[in-house]
């Protein structure tokens, strides 16, 4: 099993930026892949960006460019840094993990761009 634990979500002007965390509650080493999706009202959830256990990188073409995940092997941490963010941004963002026992999702944290 495996906990995640989301963070940094908020309120921003267009234009802004954020970093969202997501800690898991042990070595994320070995996690092959660790993701950030998004969900907006009435769509369903889509990929945002994700970073495999290689550290090679993938991103949505709406936000390519914008948009910059890493991850802290350290502290069981993946980050997504933010920048530039469009009102199409909102929703809420989900962190996940794919491992060799399953998949495993976070909870969820809000993020709002206003206009």
């Known amino acids: 099993q495996v906990q995640l634990v989301e963070s940094g979500g908020g309120l921003v002007q267009a234009g802004g930026s954020l970093r969202l965390s997501c800690a898991a509650s042990?070595?994320?080493?070995?996690?092959?892949?660790m993701g950030w999706y998004r969900q907006a009202p009435g769509n369903q959830r889509e990929l945002v960006a994700d970073i495999t256990s290689g550290d090679r990188t993938n991103y949505a073409d709406s936000v390519k460019g914008r948009f910059t995940i890493s991850r802290d092997n350290a502290k069981n941490t993946v980050h997504l840094q933010m920048n530039s963010l469009k009102s199409e941004d909102t929703g809420v963002y989900y962190c996940?993990?794919?491992?060799?026992?399953?998949?495993?999702w976070g909870q969820g944290t809000q993020v709002t761009v206003s206009s």
């Open positions: 042990r070595s994320i080493f070995r996690f092959n892949v």
């Open positions: 996940r993990v794919t491992t060799v026992a399953g998949v495993y």
